[in-house]
């Protein structure tokens, strides 16, 4: 990798547009699992906590069946009445039914208290567990993209990597820190009342049975079809993001040519397929739920059936019965949340598969150490993924010192040619080499050291201008960030409010775009590499500023090898070789004065640009 990541990476590679992969189900949970590390103590806690508050939750089943054969067996005794009023027990009696009421009262109490406790202790161990794990793997996504560089990224839609650093995340989190309590305790309900069911009775546990194949048949229904639809709802969500993001930074383009009409309906499209992606979603979870209410009927209209019979033959107490039907009924909620929260499961799921996508893309190895020398690219060609053509058999040999210089129209291949020189892009066909080590083999931290370009889309980082520089060479004194502000001729950062510590960005101090191409210019002196590819790095500056950052850029550049692809025919002036470029090929080579005189395409060029 260039020194592009640490210096202003940009585009120009003008292939087609998609969307990042997506990871498989298994690898998405291995890396998980690897992201957990350190936090899976936590994990097991979340886990027991969740198993104490299910076996809690059985107290309350058991001692309502228990008190309802106490007070039946009460009222069985008495002469007063066949059906005793709580109300009037002997609660004086140590071992009246009153007694034992207040018991069963007090054990209830007990259990919700001890449910209530797991439930604090879980959300707590769970949090410590979350949070660290879905920041690792948003820090793992943004170091991947970062390390894949621009050249593969611009093949994506913009709002791609934003929603998967951004929307999917945040799903990511809010499932870890909402959903996966509910589904641990869900889960654990699910068994624990189950087997609490069949304690009570075999035969009414068989009973209870009848909902597995009856759940089972949703599942079957419900799993092939929830997973295509929500990669597909996170998928809409992600165009969406990119239309907005693309409407919001090209509003001033979309003004000048009074273009909004047809982005605010791609935009309005986006969206609505998204809305409707939604409602879909919904109206498919109703139709699960619809299934499992028919379940629960059924079911529990079998088990009461059941348990009259038994009572009715002698076999069971009704407090038994009892005590069966809330166990069934305890399922009904857990269930159903379980299915109901399977969307979000599954949302989490699609999201975190979008994550991996991009932490498992491939970084090609780069094992060799650059010894400098020249650029020498032979037999260069190169077709992007979509099958767009951007370059022919390009050959090319820059010397020690040498400056070259790159003309053409839009679309000519000289951003591809750009990248492919610094390393960015691995080309189709041919090889780049510098000093004889290919670029694309060499090891990153040495083509750092050699390589630095810097792109027309020149960033600047929300914090101080000292930081910024830094970015360059992080252990920079003050005099060395100064040494290279004044190669850049950026005079104008003494005059901020305070110098090298004045913070810059959208909260900050705010830079117009010559000033940005100056920081730009001064990480390249900062970083001090071999050689320097400028893709139309002064282009943004206007007519006034034009001729300082030309001055600039010269100063940088001087005693550096260097390839500049120039917006301005006024900055191939001054190199040393000009090369003139046409549908992806070297069609002219020279000087300035050589090609103004062989009266071809840069002597047009030179023409129109110089007026003679």
Partial sequence: MSRY????????????????????????????WRHTRGQRGFVVLVGITGLVAA????????????????????????????????????????????????WAAAAVAGAGLVAAACAWAGQAWLARAAEPTVAGLREAV????????????DGTETGDLVSRVAEDAREVSQAASTVIPLVVQSLFTVLVSGAGLAVVDWRLGLVGLLAVPMYWTTLRWYLPRSEPIYRQERAAFGTRASRLLGGITGARTLRAYDAQGPELERIHAASAQARDLSIEVFGFLTRAFSRNNRAEAVVLAALLGAGYLLVAGGYLTAGAVTTAALLFHRLF??????????????SAGASLA???????????????????????????????????PALHDVHLAIGPGEVVAVVGTTGAGKSTLAQIAAGMVAPSVGTARLGGVELTAADPVSLREHVTMVSQEVHGFATTVAENLRVARPGASVEDLQAALATAGADWVAQLPHGLDTEV???????DPMQLQMLALARVALANPQLVVLDEATAEASSAGARRLDVAAAKVLAGRSALVVAHRLSQAVSADRILVMEDGRIVESGTHEQLRAAGGRYAALSRAWFGA
Avoid: C, K
Avoid at 58 to 76: K, M, Q, R, S, T
Avoid at 142 to 153: H, T, V
Avoid at 505 to 511: A, M
């Fill in 333 to 346: 909620n857990p269930i159903g949340a379980l299915v109901g929260m399977f969307d979000q499961v599954q």
């Fill in 505 to 511: 960005g959208e909260d900050g101090h705010r830079l």
């Fill in 55 to 102: 076996v809690a939750g059985l107290v309350a089943p058991v001692v309502i069946g228990w008190l309802v054969d106490v007070l039946l067996a009460a009222g069985e005794g008495g002469a007063a009445a066949p059906s005793p009023d709580p109300a009037s027990l002997d609660s004086a009696s140590p071992s009246g039914p009153g007694t034992a009421l207040w």
């Fill in 5 to 32: 990541a640490a210096a202003d990476s940009g585009s120009g590679a003008g292939h087609g547009a998609g969307t990042l992969p997506l990871a498989r189900p298994a690898d998405s949970f291995r890396m998980l």
């Fill in 142 to 153: 943004m170091d991947r993209a970062l390390r894949i560089g621009s050249a593969r990224l």
């Fill in 354 to 388: 979008r994550m991996v996508g991009v932490i498992d893309l491939p970084v090609p190895e780069r094992l060799e150490r650059l010894r400098g020398g020249p650029l020498e690219l032979a037999g260069i060609s190169h077709t992007y993924d979509d099958g767009t």
